[in-house]
């Protein structure tokens, strides 16, 4: 089993790096788009729609991911609707563990999730995008290495009896050290990250970092809820597309509204 997700992240982690670098622009929003695609339809399986209603609900995403890419002024709305449901939203859900909430607010959740990530993802530049989703790796690296060796504390027992605040704590850790190394090596942050400029930047990292958790608690929420121990099939020793991409989520809408703002535009 441990063969099978290694050698499964390898390919996907190497197909995705050719993918950023290598296919022209129009084709890696067409692909973003069909992920985000496959974790629609993964969604609205989590949430008991039918075969077909789950197909056409990932189609829509598809197209509503890809045509929102197509927009020659980034729509910082969704990135800020998003951020806004990570933030507010999205911590109210976890409380409500045990009371799921209505099936229709679920589906319509599932746009909110899903299409700000993929857009970001198509909008962020290829380094920047590889950053922040190395952010959101050393993040849960570190909390698993952490928590196996200092946790003792659990953080959410009811979602995710794995996960300890000494994980969390550890990633976090991992997080601020590889933000300052990011900060330190790219020339486009040297000239934005100093002086005072550290402390809303480390901010944003821990932001980033905790946001990555949440990400990950929700779609553990979202599984729990539909009796489900993966959101699908589709990858050998992970699951589906979504528990691959439940941090990153959270994550990537929030990181480009950042960008934005410190670039001033």
Do not use: N
């Not at 629609?40 to 056409?56: D, F, S, T, V």
């Not at 806004?84 to 746009?111: D, K, M, N, Q």
């Not at 979602?159 to 900060?183: F, H, L, R």
Request: charged share 10%; hydrophobic share 60%.
């Amino acid at each position: 089993m441990f063969l099978t997700r290694l050698l499964t992240a390898a390919v996907l982690l190497a197909a995705f790096i050719g993918a950023l670098f290598w296919l022209p622009h129009a084709l890696f929003a067409l692909l973003v788009s069909v992920v985000i695609g496959l974790g629609g339809h993964e969604w609205a399986r989590l949430c008991k729609l039918p075969a077909a209603a789950a197909a056409g609900y990932g189609s829509v995403c598809a197209l509503l991911c890809y045509a929102s890419s197509l927009l020659l002024i980034p729509p910082l709305w969704i990135f800020a609707l998003a951020t806004a449901f990570w933030i507010l939203a999205a911590p109210w859900w976890l409380a409500r563990v045990h009371r799921p909430v209505a099936g229709a607010l679920e589906v319509c959740t599932g746009l909110v999730v899903l299409i700000p990530a993929g857009l970001a993802a198509i909008l962020l530049e290829p380094a920047q995008l590889l950053m922040i989703l190395g952010l959101a790796w050393v993040a849960d690296t570190g909390a698993y290495f952490a928590g196996r060796t200092f946790g003792k504390h659990k953080l959410a027992p009811s979602i995710s009896p794995g996960k300890t605040w000494e994980g969390v704590a550890g990633g976090a850790v991992g997080c601020v050290i590889y933000a300052i190394i990011w900060a330190l090596s790219d020339a486009y942050l040297q000239t934005r990250v100093q002086g005072v400029a550290w402390i809303p930047f480390l901010a944003g990292t821990a932001l980033l970092c905790a946001l990555s958790v949440v990400g990950d608690l929700f779609k553990s929420v979202l599984k729990r809820q539909a009796g489900a121990k993966d959101s699908g099939r589709l990858l050998p020793g992970h699951g589906g597309v979504l528990d691959r991409i439940d941090s990153a989520t959270a994550t990537l809408p929030v990181a480009m509204l950042l960008m934005q703002a410190m670039s001033g535009t």
